[in-house]
């Protein structure tokens, strides 16, 4: 059974720091996607990475798909406020591409005061 | 911008009552999904379907629940005979090309 442990499982700063997200698997995914879920809502899609070493920028937020594919990373540069929510990843089984069911973590939840 | 809606947003039901929850998915994608999540839990794949038919399930997905595409444009899963452990929060989600679009979610209390 493939399984996606995320640390930390709770993180509380101030605005304007920087944090760290880490996905971590003993297995291999063929995608990684990151999700964020707001209490009482469906996760929304961030990025989808693919390829070993793959880092991707989405404004303050940098995503990174580790070499063996078995890890991830998320950063978040300057939090604010409104980067408060529960930041999950999920990794994609099989080799469908991104079609592939996901295995998701249980999730980091942020919380950024202001 | 296209969205996945559900519907009911909560159904509270009796032990042993049969529920059907309702997907509507983004009208070109190809790939539907139902997770669950139970209070506190991770979200968890139940069953993948393409092509009319289902194209992967996991342990969950036993004989007391089957999903259905009874049109072109909604997708529903049917619990035959709910458990008090089947109370969780019901996602679906559909996808393309890259990534998944998941629903609002239907939350099931099985009382």
């Known amino acids: 059974t493939q399984l996606l442990e995320q640390s930390p499982q709770f993180l509380s700063i101030q605005e304007g720091e920087n944090l760290t997200v880490y996905c971590n698997s003993s297995?291999?995914?063929?995608?990684l996607q990151w999700y964020r879920q707001e209490p009482g809502e469906g996760p929304v899609l961030l990025v989808t990475?693919?390829?070993?070493?793959e880092v991707k920028k989405l404004k303050r937020l940098t995503f990174q798909f580790g070499d063996a594919r078995k890890d991830s990373s998320l950063h978040i540069t300057a939090a604010q406020p409104g980067d408060t929510g529960l930041y999950l990843c999920?990794?994609?089984?099989?080799?469908?591409?991104?079609?592939?069911?996901?295995?998701f973590g249980k999730g980091t939840k942020l919380s950024v005061k202001p | 911008e296209p969205e996945v809606t559900q519907t009911p947003s909560h159904q509270v039901t009796q032990m042993g009552q049969e529920v059907i929850l309702r997907c509507v998915p983004i009208?070109?994608?190809?790939?539907f999904y139902w997770y669950r999540q139970i209070l506190g839990q991770k979200v968890e794949f139940l069953v993948s379907?393409?092509?009319?038919?289902?194209?992967?399930k996991s342990e969950i997905f036993d004989d007391q629940f089957s999903v259905e595409r009874p049109d072109g444009s909604n997708f529903t899963l049917k619990i035959r005979s709910t458990k008090l452990e089947d109370s969780a929060m019901y996602f679906c989600?559909?996808?393309?090309?890259?990534?998944?679009?998941f629903g609002p979610g239907t939350r099931l209390t099985v009382t």
């Open positions: 989600a559909s996808s393309e090309a890259s990534g998944k679009y």
């Open positions: 297995s291999v995914f063929s995608s």
């Open positions: 990475v693919v390829t070993g070493g």
């Open positions: 999920a990794g994609v089984e099989g080799y469908g591409g991104s079609q592939g069911n996901l295995i």
């Open positions: 009208s070109n994608h190809l790939y």
């Open positions: 379907f393409y092509n009319n038919e289902i194209s992967e």
